[in-house]
């Protein structure tokens, strides 16, 4: 692992740090570069410009690691909030949310983290949308997807997610393509055993493109998440040879990274969804997109060190 890479990670789950940061006199633009905000009038406002601009939009209440059964409750609350409003400002049809089981009680009982999620998943299905479980680390893989597969049996548009850097992924890959699932493919950003996940960048995209030949393969919605631009050629290449055309699949970016390559693609008909963050809950958030891309973190940096 990119030894910058690790020490961001590191920071992420430093209490000291985390409030240091926290506290600092951070500029507005910093946060609003990858947060869309901390309300659900923000991430609504975020989520109108990006459709208007012809792009689809999933959105994160931001949080994990609740271990309070109150406070995994009022998450829930806030996607059922977000999800009434996009109903209402008839934004659902482009508009989904993404949920962390962790977010909503996973580490205190998996029941309560499933009972929790299906109320997401009944308030989504009102408001006409649908739900994708984020993964997190390797520990939380077999809990998630059993809480996917019980969570499938009344909602089949359940989406799930899957992290190239597991070496377990391809494996699931195709066994989760299947008719009607829906299926997102990132590379993972959370620090791993090299016993469970790849340590090497090469490995990973390798095991990136195996995975995007076994979603294209299977009977499934394929959803790419990836900033790279060699991978993205990769993946236009390989639904092609698939005979995918678009709209048999989507690219997954986050917000604020090469917007205009979102654009880009957008413009040559294919389906680009942003995942769009909010909340006060940032800083973990913010501190895995540095890791994610380093090259991002002297942009932090600078603006951590310049007073508003």
């Not at 900033?227 to 917000?255: C, K, N, S, T």
Request: aromatic content about 6%.
């Amino acid at each position: 692992m990119n030894p910058l890479r690790s020490m961001i990670l590191a920071a992420a789950r430093n209490d000291t740090i985390r409030s240091l940061v926290a506290t600092a006199p951070v500029s507005r633009d910093v946060v609003s570069r990858f947060v869309a905000g901390e309300t659900t009038a923000d991430a609504v406002a975020a989520t109108r410009r990006l459709v208007d601009s012809g792009l689809a939009v999933t959105l994160d209440y931001l949080g994990e690691d609740t271990t309070d059964a109150i406070q995994a409750a009022n998450t829930v609350d806030a996607y059922v909030e977000l999800l009434e409003h996009l109903h209402a400002e008839n934004l659902a049809d482009r508009a989904e949310v993404s949920v962390k089981l962790s977010a909503v009680g996973q580490l205190l009982d998996e029941k309560l983290a499933l009972d929790n999620a299906a109320r997401i998943c009944r308030a989504a299905q009102a408001a006409g949308t649908t739900v994708t479980l984020d993964m997190e680390d390797h520990t939380t893989t077999d809990s998630t997807l059993r809480v996917l597969g019980e969570l499938r049996r009344t909602w089949p548009w359940v989406g799930a997610v899957l992290q190239a850097y597991l070496r377990r992924t391809v494996d699931d890959a195709t066994r989760l393509a299947t008719e009607g699932s829906r299926v997102r493919l990132c590379k993972g950003a959370y620090s791993e055993p090299e016993t469970v996940a790849y340590p090497d960048t090469a490995e990973v995209d390798k095991s990136y493109v195996r995975c995007v030949n076994a979603l294209l393969a299977g009977e499934g919605y394929p959803m790419f998440a990836t900033h790279d631009p060699r991978l993205i050629r990769i993946i236009g290449e390989r639904a092609r040879v698939h005979g995918r055309e678009p709209g048999g699949f989507e690219y997954q970016m986050l917000f604020g990274i090469r917007p205009e390559e979102q654009l880009r693609l957008a413009r040559l008909g294919n389906t680009v969804r942003v995942y769009v963050p909010y909340g006060g809950e940032w800083y973990g958030y913010l501190m895995r997109r540095m890791a994610e891309r380093p090259a991002n973190t002297m942009f932090f940096l600078r603006a951590v060190m310049t007073r508003s």
